[in-house]
């Protein structure tokens, strides 16, 4: 009973341990976790160790001025990611957006949301809209422009077509 107890407890921490390994290449590649967590196989000693995680960041740049964003973590900012650097020339929309188009079709999630100066989001697969004023529409949410007031938004966006760059850190 006690060998077979053994034999388990071992497969166990055999299967948790691989578990692991492949949760910790997941993490460093996709960029997903905060920190990647391996676990001893010796089941005498089990301990977890952490380590940060390496992750490509991404830059924006609207005209001249590079902005803080924080952006979501999901395929289609992940899509992004593969076409870097990008550049989108953007047009004034409806007195509240600009829009341009990023050249391709790339995954997206679209949910019905209401926007708010500084969000960033997908439409139809190929446009990036961001936003200085708000609309209700079908989007997926790529990211949110930090730290500028609705103000300093409108006066960046709102006064003619614009370039926006998006590169790597």
Partial sequence: M????ALLFSAMIIISTGCTLKDTENAETS?????VSTVSADPETV?????????????LKIGNREVPVTWEDNASVEAIKNLLPIEVSMSMYGGFEQVGSIGESIVRNDKQMTTSPGD???????????????NSWA?????KIENLSAKELTDLLGDGDTTLTIFRH
């Fill in 120 to 134: 960033i989001v997908l439409y139809s697969g190929n446009q990036i809209v961001i936003f200085y004023g708000s």
């Fill in 31 to 35: 960029g997903n976790s905060d920190a």
């Fill in 2 to 5: 006690k060998k077979l107890c």
């Fill in 139 to 143: 989007y997926t949410r790529l990211g």
């Fill in 47 to 59: 301990t977890q160790n952490t380590y940060p995680k390496t992750e490509t960041a991404m830059k």
